[in-house]
């Protein structure tokens, strides 16, 4: 079975009750967060399979300590573009 796609901004919709907005501004901040939602969805994707690949490395016998340690100028890209979601 295939696992559902994350969803980046549920913790942040399941913290709008808390904030006691108006239905106005929480129907803002939904549109502002459904419009990132693809590109987020995009980064969090990615990050998963960065991960994977990290702990493919991290596994094998004997690790390979240039692959783990190595910058990734398109892992370094993912975090700068997630950050600027928030900064919107």
Do not use: N, W, Y
Not at 47 to 76: H, M, N, V, Y
């Amino acid at each position: 079975m295939a696992r559902r796609p994350p969803l980046p901004f549920d913790h942040i919709l399941r913290c709008l009750g808390v904030l006691r907005l108006t239905d106005a501004q929480k129907a803002d901040i939904k549109a502002v967060l459904e419009a990132a939602k693809p590109e987020a969805v995009a980064i969090a994707l990615k990050l998963k399979s960065d991960e994977a690949a990290l702990k493919a490395e991290i596994e094998k016998t004997p690790p390979e300590p240039c692959a783990i340690g190595r910058p990734s100028c398109s892992s370094t890209r993912t975090v700068e573009t997630a950050k600027a979601l928030f900064d919107r």
